[in-house]
Nanobody
Framework: QVQLVESGGGLVQPGGSLRLSCAAS????????TGWFRQAPGKERERVSC????????YYRDSVKGRFTISRDNAKNTVYLQMNSLKPEDTAVYYC?????????????????WGQGIQVTVSS
């Protein structure tokens, strides 16, 4: 059974940090590109970051560059998103997603497996 389980979300003050984890079971993550998406109330789901498995290339949306870091631990079959210098506009439900192939795609349609989502709230 394929399953993605996110953890590490919560409430943090502006400027704080969180590390999200996405643990996979039922398949091997390092064969597929893995992305983190987020969706704020009333907005479309957007890709935050992605790491490809074909060449290790990493992508970030402009608003998180220099603040967020994606990484993968193949031994643990887990992908992480380290989020530093968090801002109120980072508040959203965050989802990890596994692509159909080894390369990252920008839109949600390129991802076949999704986690349940985890809330990240940045507020003082």
């Amino acid at each position: 059974q394929v399953q993605l389980v996110e953890s590490g979300g919560g409430l943090v003050q502006p400027g704080g940090s969180l590390r999200l984890s996405c643990a996979a079971s039922g398949f091997t993550l390092d064969y597929y590109a893995t992305g983190w998406f987020r969706q704020a109330p009333g907005k479309e789901r957007e890709r935050v970051s992605c790491i490809s498995s074909s060449d290790g290339r990493i992508y970030y949306r402009d608003s998180v560059k220099g603040r967020f870091t994606i990484s993968r631990d193949n031994a643990k079959n887990t992908v992480y998103l380290q989020m530093n210098s968090l801002k109120p506009e980072d508040t959203a439900v965050y989802y990890c997603a596994v692509a159909y192939g080894s390369s990252c795609t920008l839109t949600t349609g390129g991802y076949g497996y999704w986690g349940q989502g985890i809330q990240v709230t940045v507020s003082s």
